[in-house]
């Protein structure tokens, strides 16, 4: 059995862990983190995972944490920079969800999380976790880190047309909405249920820190440099991101029904749906799954892409999962083959 630790196990993404995790039969969690919690029985704050869970939560230090095989840190920016370097030391495999090993270059990464970064010298060694481009890397990394939810999406839908070069990579658009989980637990206004219920707004669209990542990680993949225009929008609904994207296609004689069925053929968790689908975020919900649907309206120049996950899930916690699984040798969908909810 691996032994897994998280710290930040009263968050979204960290009780969201702890459900998968309830269901993965190789993996016991032996610590879980809190600092407001700490003392408490998980079972007794998220009376869900009864039956599923007799810890404790402890505090977040390193000590607790240096007999597991694997830790995640479902914490906010700037905290598993802290800790990685002593945790790597004694061994330990870490999967950061936040966004502190993403950035390759600390000047960006300073700029826009707007802190000093505590230790650039792990950038380098640390792999971007999305399964669907660096599997191999992903195989034999000690640091993993997870991918933004909004980039995720983003990515997914763009990348088979960036890898067969049929698009004007200088003129991308991802609009994208959210569900308001993805903000996290703690408490703002913008949270309350009379601000966000009955109600859709944009916001970032001057710069939103994913934009960075979604650039990086998209040139990468293109044969011309990446120029995106991304906007983020919150949607009255609790889980779920929902990613519209649009690029100029370099001619109209392709067919891209064909090219994404081909590209996301051997994909777990990457369904592209049939021909003319609208997919919906409802149908992912607590699942690993990414569905897309590809479009090209009126047959004309502008292709659009339609790409739904659960921000939770494939956006947070179960590519997580995904990632622990291809680390630690497992078939990847151990613990993660399941049936969405619906409705
Ligand atoms: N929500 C989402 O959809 C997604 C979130 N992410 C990222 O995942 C991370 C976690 O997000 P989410 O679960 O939403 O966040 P939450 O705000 O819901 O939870 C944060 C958790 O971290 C703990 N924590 C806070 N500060 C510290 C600290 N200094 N040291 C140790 N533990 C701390 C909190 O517990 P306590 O204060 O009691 O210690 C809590 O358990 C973030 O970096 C977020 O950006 C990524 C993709 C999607
Ligand atoms: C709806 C909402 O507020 N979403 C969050 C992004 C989700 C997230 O957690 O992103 P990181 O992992 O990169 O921090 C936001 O826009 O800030």
New binding site residues.
């Given amino acids: 059995m691996i032994k897994a630790g998280i ?8 009780v969201e862990l702890l459900r998968l995790l309830a269901m993965h039969p190789q993996v016991d969690v032996q610590v879980v ?5 700490k003392g408490l029985r998980v079972d007794a704050v998220y009376p869900n995972l009864r039956g599923f869970n007799d810890l404790c939560f402890v505090a ?1 230090v390193v000590e607790n944490l240096t007999a597991c095989d694997v830790v995640f840190f ?4 700037a ?1 598993a920079m802290t800790m990685a370097k002593e945790l790597l030391a004694a061994d330990v495999k870490l999967i950061d ?3 502190d090993f993403r950035l390759k270059d600390v000047t960006v990464w300073e700029k826009w999380y707007g802190a000093k970064h505590a230790c650039p010298e792990l950038l380098e060694q640390a792999v971007y976790g999305l399964p669907e481009t660096n599997r191999e890397l992903i195989k034999h990394a000690d640091l993993v880190a ?1 991918p ?2 909004y980039p995720t999406a983003t990515q997914l839908g763009f990348l088979p047309l960036l890898k067969a070069n049929v698009i004007e990579s200088s003129m991308l658009i991802a609009d994208a909405k959210s569900g308001v ?6 408490a703002s206004v913008v949270g309350l249920m009379s601000e966000s219920g009955e109600s859709f707004k944009a916001y970032g669209v001057p710069g939103h820190r994913h934009l960075p990542e979604i650039s990086q990680e998209l040139s990468q993949l293109s044969a011309s440099p990446v120029s995106l225009t991304f906007t983020p929008h919150l949607v009255p609904m609790i889980r779920g991101i929902h990613a519209t994207l649009y690029a100029p296609l370099k001619e109209t004689g392709i067919n891209l029904q064909d090219l994404f069925e081909t590209f996301y053929a051997d994909e777990p968790f990457v369904d592209v749906l049939p021909s003319g689908a609208h997919p919906d975020t409802g149908d992912v919900r607590g699942t690993n799954r990414c569905q897309i649907a590809v479009h090209q309206p009126q047959g004309g120049q502008v292709v659009t892409v339609l790409s739904v996950i659960d ?2 899930v494939k ?2 916690s179960g590519q997580a999962v995904h990632n622990m699984n291809i680390m630690f040798g497992l078939d990847e969908k151990t613990g993660l083959d399941q049936v969405g909810l619906y409705p």
Avoid: D, F, I, M
């Fill in positions: 710290v930040g196990g009263t968050g979204y993404t960290g983190t809190s600092r407001a919690e977040p479902a914490t906010p920016n905290t969800l936040s966004a997870n933004g939810c989980s993805g903000a996290g637990r703690s921000n939770l956006g947070a």
